[in-house]
């Protein structure tokens, strides 16, 4: 595998930067070959290689910095299975990715399917929600501030590619599962204004165990991952002919 498997292989154990378009592989970007039998071990030492500029962005191929980085609004409820719950959190950002570590790099250089794993000590999630949701009596139109701290994440992914007009390489799926073994979340900043729906979301909140929080709230988050993770990839590769980037 070659330095264009590798960029696309960076752009989900980094969970880096947004709307990044290359145009020149750069030259501290190492060149690992697919017919080398430890071609996993090289993309690994690759990117760890890459660690440092990756927190800090590349400006002069306009990558952003991967600490912190912004992962945007993600939808919990759109209100289109019921109209009575839309709940949205808005202006994420992540901190804490730089100290990712790979544990997983399985490769199938033939059929393009890559298996990657990739954990986190600690991540710190900001930004704010906006709430109208509606349970029998009890109406919540609020918004807020969000914060929120995962400890130990494991990311695994299985991405999927092909060859189009045999030169350029397209990535067609991205599957990722999520998991951290604890959560902290911050309700502090839930409404003021009105002390009773206050108390009563924080109530919600902290009577509703970490296990059904996870299962609410995991799916979308990856879902949004993934869909980054997967235009980022083939953004970077949009613009590289396979043949040249892949030497045996």
């Known amino acids: ?20 378009v290359l145009a020149v592989i750069p030259d501290y970007i190492h060149v690992c070959h ?36 912004e992962l945007g609004r993600i939808t919990i409820f759109d209100g289109v299975q019921n109209p009575d719950v839309k709940l949205y959190f808005d202006n994420v950002v992540v901190t804490g990715l730089g100290n990712f570590k790979i544990t997983k790099l399985k490769l199938d250089v033939e059929k393009m399917i890559y298996r990657v794993g990739v954990k986190v000590p600690f991540l710190n999630l900001t930004g704010t929600f906006d709430a109208d949701m509606k349970f029998g009596q009890l109406e919540i139109k609020t918004n807020g501030d969000l914060h929120t701290d995962l400890v130990d994440v494991d ?6 590619a092909y060859l189009k007009d ?67 990839s083939n953004q ?10 892949f030497p045996l």
């Not at 595998?1 to 990044?20: E, H, N, P, Y």
């Not at 990311?155 to 999927?160: L, P």
């Not at 909140?205 to 980022?232: M, Y």
């Not at 613009?239 to 040249?244: R, V």
């Open 155 to 160: 990311a695994q992914a299985v991405i999927h």
């Open 236 to 245: 970077i590769t949009e613009t590289f002919d396979y043949n040249e980037l």
């Open 1 to 20: 595998m070659g330095k264009l498997g590798q960029v696309a292989l960076v752009g989900f154990v980094c969970l880096t930067s947004l709307g990044c």
């Open 34 to 69: 697919r017919s080398d039998p430890k071609v996993a071990v090289c993309i690994q030492n690759s990117v760890e290689a890459l660690r440092p500029l990756l927190v800090k962005g590349l400006p002069e191929l306009n990558v952003k910095g991967i600490d912190p980085f």
């Open 166 to 232: 045999n030169s350029r390489m397209i990535f067609d799926s991205l599957t990722l599962r999520l998991k951290a073994s604890d959560f902290h979340l911050n309700v502090d900043n839930f409404p003021k204004k009105d002390a009773v729906l206050g108390q009563t979301i924080h109530q919600l909140i902290t009577e509703t165990s970490k296990q059904d929080v996870r299962d609410l709230a995991t799916p979308h988050i990856e879902r949004k991952c993934a869909e980054i993770l997967l235009d980022l």
